[in-house]
């Protein structure tokens, strides 16, 4: 099975920022077009303005597109964070637990930053997903790098996932983690299997 399930405080993110960059740019276009076609008053800064236009266009994609990507994405084999620009696949088998959980639990509004407190603002009554992890993977030392800090838990590790129906990622995921335990045993049985048939052949050699 697939399933993907967008986290919001991404999805927020974007839609705060790139409204912003595409007024911006068009205001800086406009400039660059007017000193070209009517007033060359800008003289040498011209090529500056063009490389902040650059500048500009390429944090819109950022924010517009690529940040639109960060999600929980459930997969047969494993599952994955993806943020705008990374993504990392977790094994089922390191899940602890998942339950329901509210952001407070994790980050309160006054071990925040002022910006980090006004993105999560509109996220404080809405029940989000703690998938609790045994231990996170080594390729997580840096996880702050790669994502901001509040997508993690505090007192135990694990991912915070606010996404619009929780209970369906809960449901994707145990949904995909008795799938991977059925195969996992199906191939545990079939190896023990092989042996025994190995075993009996062995004996009817001699």
């Known amino acids: 099975m697939k399933a993907t399930h967008r986290l919001l405080v991404y999805d927020r993110t974007s839609r705060r920022m790139r409204w912003k960059l595409l007024v911006l740019g068009l205001f800086l276009l406009a400039i660059g077009l007017y000193d070209i076609v009517f007033d060359p008053f800008l003289g040498a800064a011209w090529y500056w303005l063009w490389l902040v236009i650059i500048l500009v266009v390429l944090l819109w994609f950022y924010y517009a597109i690529l940040m639109r990507r960060a999600s929980i994405k459930v997969q047969a084999k494993n599952w994955r964070i993806q943020g705008p620009l990374f993504g990392f696949n977790i094994s089922y088998g390191r899940i602890y637990a998942i339950t329901s959980a509210q952001i407070s639990q994790h980050w309160p509004p006054d071990s925040l930053k002022g910006s980090e407190k006004s993105l999560l603002d509109p996220f404080y009554t809405h029940t989000c997903l703690f998938i609790e992890l045994t231990?996170?993977?080594?390729?997580?030392?840096?996880?702050?790098?790669?994502?901001?800090?509040?997508?993690?838990?505090?007192?135990?590790?694990g991912i915070l996932c606010v996404v619009e129906e929780w209970m369906n990622l809960s449901r994707d995921l145990e949904q995909a983690r008795l799938a991977r335990q059925e195969r996992t045993g199906r191939h545990r049985?079939?190896?023990?299997?092989?042996?025994?048939?190995?075993?009996?052949?062995?004996?009817?050699?001699?």
């Open 189 to 206: 049985r079939g190896e023990s299997r092989s042996l025994a048939k190995k075993i009996l052949e062995a004996d009817e050699d001699f």
């Open 135 to 157: 231990s996170y993977p080594g390729f997580f030392r840096w996880k702050e790098l790669w994502f901001p800090r509040y997508v993690f838990g505090t007192s135990r590790p």
